[in-house]
């Protein structure tokens, strides 16, 4: 009996990493052979997912651009007494815009297959086993891509909570850029604060949002808040086309599960994203890059991961200290304060911030000036230094 070749990659999860990951592997190898595997009907759930256009460099934004569903060439922040504009181009991808192009995408390669409503039941270095209809079949490919989404509990410092409603209005709400931030809102659950983005000249995405010490998502309230800001603002709605909600981790303590030959985790799964934001675009198109790359030179894409695991660690260190020290520093009336600090730093010095590409300068930049308001030297001394993270002694 003989046994198919085995792919070139079996992409496991069909979110945000994988559908980067197809895009980026059949730009660079359009007979690549690959198999993405998803247990839901569509590929990348309900989500919206936001990133800085400068995140991208001029390759991977060539695959990422037909993602994009809406862009904006600046965006606002707003504190009770500030407000500025930031000079960032920022984007937004749709879920419905990636199950559209990445479906597309496989279907015209000639060596790509897409298995939904299939879930993998397990899978090792080179091989996994999904369960599809009645029966469990299995795979071999060189390289496993497991981007299953986040299922990490150990070390999390606090939780960004959202509700966000998709709403059309009666009448165009006069926004031309999105309003990331606006913290005058009332401070409830940690630090609370409503995300604006204008999808159209009358739809808007109105996001709920706080910094909180519990995971308890409490949805009704927060849409009350977010339907309440509406009318505040005078905007009268037509209709609440879609409603998103996300509970994510914000981690003081996390390390990226290291590659392997044949097995790469990815993705949240892997600990390719933001500790202090929750956001993964940047790290996990980055990554999608370099696989792609490997793909395409038929070389090891672990090794290719693994190449860029000192500079994400080195990055993820800096940000999870920022998380310690936002929970525990800090009381929770007092965190907005911190991020109006952070918003007085120069736009470049954000956008790198927000795609795990802090320089030096930047970092001592963060440090400098005058302390967030609410920054007691005595908390500061209670709360001492975080205990050691996987991360403390892998690099210096
Ligand atoms: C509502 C929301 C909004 C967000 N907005 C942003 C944003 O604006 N910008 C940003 O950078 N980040 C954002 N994030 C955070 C982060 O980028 C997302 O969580 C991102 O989707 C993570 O990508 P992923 O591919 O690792 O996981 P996911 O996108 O969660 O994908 C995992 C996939 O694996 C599938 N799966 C799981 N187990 C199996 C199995 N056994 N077999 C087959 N399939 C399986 C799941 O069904 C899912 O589709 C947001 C998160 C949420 C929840």
């Not at 037909?66 to 000079?87: I, K, M, Q, S």
């Not at 030959?261 to 500790?275: D, E, K, R, T, V």
């Amino acid at each position: 009996m003989t046994h198919p070749p085995p792919l070139d990659l079996a992409l496991v999860g069909g979110g945000l990493q994988n559908g980067l990951i197809a895009l980026a592997v059949l730009a660079a190898r359009p007979t690549a052979r690959i198999a993405l595997f998803e247990r839901g009907p569509r590929l990348g759930g309900n989500h919206t997912w936001c990133f800085h256009q400068g995140d991208l460099d001029a390759a991977q934004a060539a695959w990422v651009d037909p993602l994009v569903a809406h862009r904006w060439p600046n965006y606002d922040v707003a504190f009770t007494g500030y407000r500025r504009a930031l000079a960032s181009p920022y984007a937004c991808v749709t879920a419905e815009r990636l199950d559209e192009v990445v479906r597309a995408r496989l279907a015209a390669a000639p060596g790509a297959e897409l298995y939904t409503d299939t879930e993998v039941v397990a899978l090792g270095p080179g091989r996994l086993a999904f369960r599809r209809g009645g029966g469990v079949q299995s795979v071999r490919a060189h390289t496993v891509v497991d981007a299953r989404g986040p299922d990490r509990a150990r070390g999390v410092g606090g939780w960004q909570k959202f509700v966000g409603i998709e709403l059309e209005l009666t009448a165009p709400h006069g926004l031309t850029t999105p309003l990331l931030m606006d913290a005058t809102v009332e401070q409830v659950d940690g630090s609370r604060f409503v995300y604006v983005l204008p999808l159209g000249p009358r739809r808007l995405l109105v996001e709920d949002t706080c910094f909180s010490e519990s995971p308890a998502l409490d949805g009704p309230r927060l849409l009350a808040q977010a339907r309440a800001y509406v009318a505040a603002r005078g905007w009268k709605v037509a209709a609440e086309l879609r409603e998103e909600r996300g509970v994510l981790p914000l981690y003081w303590q996390t390390a990226v599960t290291p590659p392997a030959q044949g097995l790469i985790s990815a993705g949240y799964q892997g600990g390719w994203f933001h500790p202090v934001t929750g956001y993964s675009f940047p790290p996990a198109a980055r990554l999608a890059a370099a696989i792609g790359r490997a793909i395409a030179d038929d070389t090891d894409p672990a090794a290719a991961v693994a190449a860029l695991v000192p500079e994400h660690e080195r990055q993820l260190r800096f940000a999870m200290r920022l998380v310690w020290m936002m929970f525990k520093w800090f009381p929770p009336e007092r965190r907005i304060g911190v991020l109006e600090h952070f918003y007085r730093l120069p736009d470049d010095t954000i956008r790198r911030f927000y795609g795990l590409a802090s320089t030096t300068a930047d970092r001592t930049r963060m440090f400098l000036g005058r302390p967030p308001r609410g920054l007691s030297l005595r908390a500061m001394i209670a709360a001492a230094a975080p205990p050691a993270s996987p991360l403390t002694e892998a690099t210096s």
